[in-house]
């Protein structure tokens, strides 16, 4: 079946450390995209790649990083520049559908920084 | 992309139309609108989209008003599983446009 497999489900990590998140879709989607979400909140867009070998910030980029090296891979790394990591991480792909532009969203990963 | 507004809470009794209800009054004439739902701790699901016309399929209704300040999505027969916080987008969709922001949504409480 097709769709996007975000590892690991939790993680936990000191403070001051890296940590990085996978995200594999199956798809064929060309967009990939990093969300963040804390509690009672919305999602916020961390960072975006239209096409391999090509990324941009979204509106909550600081502290963290990303690469496009294959069309099916989107890592995020939460760096220890972030000043509060611990989140909800969401992956998505998305698929331009008549003309409109359609999310699929991993299962998340869930990071608590101790 | 346009501002959307949504209720921050509603109930539906079980069995009945869940009937969700999104202002967007600032919406342009090629802004689609679009509808996800979040199920507690999950990714979100993509539900339908529309841009003039109202929509429908295996999930869900969505009905455009005429002058596309307002839209309303329906869930005809709701189940306990539809429990979850829904969000309303509206986005342009052009290469290098690709952003979708995310609001703080309805939580909808389906109601045994």
């Known amino acids: 079946d097709g769709g996007i497999t975000q590892s690991p489900k939790y993680l936990f990590r000191k403070e001051g450390q890296n940590v990085t998140l996978s995200c594999e879709q199956n798809l064929n989607h060309d967009a990939m995209y990093w969300y963040r979400q804390d509690p009672g909140q919305g999602l916020r867009l961390i960072y975006y790649s239209q096409i391999v070998n090509d990324f941009q910030k979204g509106d909550i980029a600081e502290g963290y990083s990303v690469s496009r090296e294959k069309k099916e891979s989107f890592p995020l790394t939460v760096t220890s520049a972030q000043k509060n990591p611990t989140a909800f991480y969401l992956c998505?792909?998305?698929?331009?559908?008549?003309?409109?532009?359609?999310?699929?969203f991993g299962a998340g990963s869930r990071l608590t920084v101790l | 992309d346009a501002k959307t507004t949504q209720p921050t809470s509603m109930d539906c009794a079980e069995g009945r139309a869940a009937n969700l209800p999104c202002n967007h009054s600032?919406?342009?004439?090629?802004?689609?609108v679009y509808w996800y739902r979040q199920i507690h701790s999950q990714g979100p699901q993509y539900i339908i989209h529309?841009?003039?016309n109202n929509e429908t399929n295996e999930m869900a209704s969505l009905i455009i008003t005429e002058d596309r300040k307002s839209s309303t999505l329906i869930l005809p027969h709701a189940t306990l599983r539809d429990t979850a916080v829904y969000y309303c987008i509206v986005h342009i969709a052009n290469f290098g446009n690709e952003k979708l922001t995310f609001g703080t949504g309805t939580r909808l409480t389906i109601i045994p």
């Open positions: 600032t919406i342009s004439g090629n802004e689609y």
């Open positions: 529309g841009l003039k």
């Open positions: 998505a792909s998305s698929l331009y559908l008549a003309g409109a532009n359609v999310l699929t």
